[in-house]
């Protein structure tokens, strides 16, 4: 996420770009930096829960309209903090995803199931390419805007991009993607059928074998910057 960081920063430095203006699209990002365009995506949310930018559906993202200098040294915070340590991001992101899930299976609307299904097969098409990780983390996340809790789904939006970090550090996917399409397809029989408590227990399933490696690692690991 570093180099979206950077991308942002260095742009406002060098006076390409002033607050209250608009970035460059994200394809156009992506192709600067040579990454996809959901890292590029990832970074930005995350600069938007940080209040360096906003986000406009179909519109693009804005710097926020406060002194160049102020919004600098906001991402040069950002840049500069300490990493969270897997372990830690995991057990948090079961912790929420586990209600997410939970109340998905009781809130979710009509449209809500369009789009989980859309991610879930949008998850498939590349379960055996590079975009793996990022396709299964946006079906997680589909479930967690689809579980209406604005909360739940801005925390776990927030520590996306570092746990993905960790996902390309190790390479923590199974090589055969097919246990996790079968799982991801059980949870959203069970979203559907509105059976919350099943659903959470599938979801804690589902994720039981990142916990166990999370647990055996070491805590302090410098993260991949993607």
Excluded at 66 to 72: C, D, E, K
Excluded at 109 to 138: H, R, S
Excluded at 187 to 215: G, N, V, W, Y
């Amino acid at each position: 996420m570093n180099k979206v960081y950077h991308y942002v920063r260095d742009m406002l430095f060098s006076g390409q770009i002033q607050p209250g203006e608009k970035l460059p699209a994200e394809r156009r990002i992506a192709k600067d930096l040579d990454i996809s365009r959901q890292k590029v995506r990832l970074a930005l949310e995350k600069l938007e829960l940080f209040g360096v930018l906003k986000i406009y559906p179909q519109s693009g993202s804005v710097i926020s309209p406060y002194p160049a200098t102020a919004v600098i040294n906001q991402i040069s915070d950002i840049i500069d903090r300490d990493s969270f340590d897997f372990r830690s991001l995991v057990d948090v992101r079961i912790l929420l995803e586990s209600e997410s899930i939970r109340l998905c299976a009781l809130n979710h609307t009509p449209e809500d199931i369009v789009n989980l299904e859309a991610a879930l097969e949008d998850y498939v098409e590349n379960a055996y390419c590079q975009l793996k990780y990022e396709k299964d983390f946006a079906f997680h996340s589909a479930i967690a805007k689809a579980c209406h809790n604005p909360v739940i789904y801005s925390l776990l939006t927030f520590i996306t991009p570092d746990v993905l970090d960790y996902y390309y550090r190790f390479e923590v996917c199974s090589s055969d993607p097919e246990p996790v399409i079968a799982e991801h397809r059980e949870m959203l029989a069970l979203i559907k059928d509105r059976k919350p408590d099943e659903a959470a227990a599938s979801l804690q399933r589902h994720l039981a074998t990142i916990k166990e490696f999370a647990a055996n690692q070491e805590c302090n690991v410098p993260r991949t910057r993607i």
